[in-house]
C-alpha cells in the first residue's frame, strides 16, 4: 500500500512491503500475537490512509466504479466507506496473523462449496483455483494446512518466492508452496504439469498483471477497461486441467470460502485462441464485479486499476 513512484508497476514497490510484512509477521506470531499487534497494524494503515494519496484515489475509484455498475447509491465513496476499506485491509493483516499462528482452524470458516469441489482435492489429478485480491487468499492455507493436507502450489511473480517458501516452512505451512511463474516456458509447463499428475493443486490470482512486459487482456470490469492476467486461462488450456475459481470473503465476523467449479475445459484452435482466452476473462470479471458487492469493502489493490485507461 506504500504510494509508488511515477510510472512504477504494482510489483515493483508492493514486493518489498510484502516481503517485509511476512518477515515481521512471523517474527509478530512467535513473539507478541493478535492483541499486542492490534493498535501498531492499526496504527500503520491509519498512516498509509492519511499520505498514501494514490491509494486513497484508487480506493475511492473502485467504489465509484462498484457504485455505478451495480446502480446502488448506497456504495458511492466517502471519506467514511473510503477509510473503512482501509480499516478492513488492517483488519485481514490481523487476521493473517491468526492463519500463520495455527489459530484459525477449519471449524472457523463456513464452506461454500455447493459443487463438491473439496471432495476432489484427494483425486487423482490436480486442478486450478484462481483466487483474486478480493477478501483474504492467506484463508487457502487453511484448505491446504488444516484441511485435507493437499499439496498447494500458489503461483506468484514474485522474485522471492524461495525466501517466501523459508518462511512458511519456519511458520508451520508443510503443504503450501510458492513457485515463481515469470513466463509459461517449457520447463515451468512441464513442472506444473508433473505437480498435477501427483495430484496437487496450482492456485493463481486472476486480477494482477505480471511484472515484465506478461500476457494480459483488456475487459470490461465495473463498467471500465481494465488489464487482466492472460495466465489463468493460458494454464487451464496448456495443462488441460478444470478450473475453478476461490473467493475469501469475510462476512458477519466470520470467513466464507466459495469454491465455484468455472471451467471443465478451456479448449482452442490457433485462429481462435485470443478470442477464447478474451471470453473467458471477460466472465471471471464478469463473476468478480458479482462478489465485489458481498463484501464491498474487502477490494485490496490500493493502486490505479483502471488508470491507463481512464486517464
Not at 486513497?56 to 467514511?80: N, V
Not at 495455527?102 to 490436480?126: F, K, S
Not at 517466501?164 to 505451512?173: D, M, S, V, W
Request: proline fraction near 4%.
Amino acid at each position: 500500500m506504500s504510494e509508488p513512484l511515477s510510472g512504477q508497476h504494482w510489483a515493483e514497490h508492493e514486493e518489498r512491503g510484502s516481503f517485509l510484512l511476512m518477515r515481521f509477521t512471523a517474527w509478530a506470531v512467535r513473539r507478541l500475537g493478535r492483541r499486542a499487534l492490534a493498535p501498531l497494524l492499526y496504527l500503520i494503515v491509519f498512516y498509509f490512509f492519511l499520505f498514501g494519496r494514490s491509494a486513497r484515489q484508487s480506493a475511492r475509484q473502485y467504489q465509484q466504479h462498484l457504485a455505478e455498475a451495480s446502480g446502488r447509491a448506497d456504495l458511492r465513496p466517502t471519506l467514511r466507506s473510503v477509510f473503512g476499506q482501509f480499516m478492513s485491509f488492517a483488519d485481514s493483516l490481523l487476521d493473517k496473523l491468526d492463519v500463520w499462528n495455527g489459530r484459525l482452524g477449519l471449524e472457523q470458516i463456513e464452506l461454500h462449496d455447493p459443487a463438491g469441489l473439496r471432495q476432489q482435492l484427494r483425486g487423482a489429478r490436480g486442478q486450478l483455483l484462481v483466487g483474486s485480491h478480493l477478501g483474504n487468499l492467506e484463508v487457502c492455507r487453511a484448505l491446504a494446512e488444516l484441511g485435507e493436507k493437499v499439496q498447494m502450489n500458489v503461483l506468484v511473480h514474485t522474485r522471492h518466492a524461495e525466501h517466501f517458501n523459508r518462511l512458511l516452512g519456519e511458520a508451520g505451512a508443510s503443504h503450501l508452496r510458492l513457485i515463481q511463474v515469470s513466463e509459461l516456458d517449457p520447463a515451468i509447463m512441464l513442472q506444473l504439469s508433473e505437480r498435477l499428475d501427483r495430484g496437487e493443486w496450482l492456485a493463481i490470482a486472476g486480477d494482477r498483471v505480471p511484472l515484465h512486459g506478461g500476457r494480459r487482456v483488456t475487459v470490461d470490469f465495473l463498467g471500465h477497461p481494465a488489464d487482466l492476467p492472460q495466465g489463468p486461462w493460458l494454464l487451464a488450456g496448456l495443462l488441460q486441467c478444470p478450473l475453478n475459481l476461490m473467493f475469501c470473503l469475510k462476512q458477519q465476523g466470520r470467513y466464507r470460502v466459495h469454491l465455484e467449479p468455472f471451467a471443465e475445459r478451456i479448449q482452442w484452435t490457433r485462429r481462435e485462441r485470443e478470442q477464447v482466452i478474451r471470453d473467458w476473462a471477460q466472465r471471471y470479471a464478469d463473476r468478480l464485479g458479482e462478489r465485489c458487492l458481498n463484501a464491498p469493502l474487502q477490494w485490496f489493490n490500493f493502486y490505479p486499476f483502471w488508470k491507463q485507461h481512464d486517464d
